[in-house]
């Protein structure tokens, strides 16, 4: 999980916190940044193991097991800058992000490209670098996230948004859900060559993430929606999985 940006190598790595969540780690051996710190304690346990200091937090939605970190962050490293979407009012000092907006991370040499995708959440964005997405609890391995205060029609009109980057984007979900989905996708089609060599790739994986674009153009069943009919037909049987 590392790549070559402007001569600087940056690792993306995983934090695992709670049952199966994942705040995602980015940094060039010094300086970091993390995606949705739920927790803070494993991010401060991470950082002080690989001697990283912390530069900013980017947060992709509201829900409190992606946001539950970020006072303490906060207090502990007090020079750093917090990121979220607009639309969501929050009890931390943060940035508030809408489509379009690009965020600078010179000590990283990162940009991101701030890409509203609700549906999950009727505020929620992700974090687009040109080869990676932070895309939270939208687009997951082989799935897509619950509806909760966002609408089926938001979420229809994000995984299509998600489905126009290029193929080779690495996708950054934020939770560890890909063998229940690739047991719910093959119970819909259960010869699909591509979901069989899916589900036998990923039973020896602890953990499954990032997947890319086209592996989930390839096997992911809600991005293979051709209507929105069929996209809400398909989120109530996953409901009821
Ligand atoms: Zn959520």
Redesign the pocket.
Known sequence: MTGYRENQLIHIEPIEAFQDNYIWLIHNNKKSIVVDPGDANPVIETLARKSLGLIAILIT?H?A??IGGVRELQKKYPNIKTFAPYKDKYDFVNKSLKNGDEINIPELQINYKIIEIPG??QG?IAYYDMNNLFC??TLFACGC??I?DGTHEQMYDSLRKISALPKKTKIYC?HEYTKKNIAFALSLKPDDMNLKLRREFTSHLKITVPSTLDEELKTNPFLNCHSLEAFKKLRDLKDQF
């Open positions: 939605h829900h097991d992606h999950h959440t929620h939270g609890d996230g619950k909760f934020a």
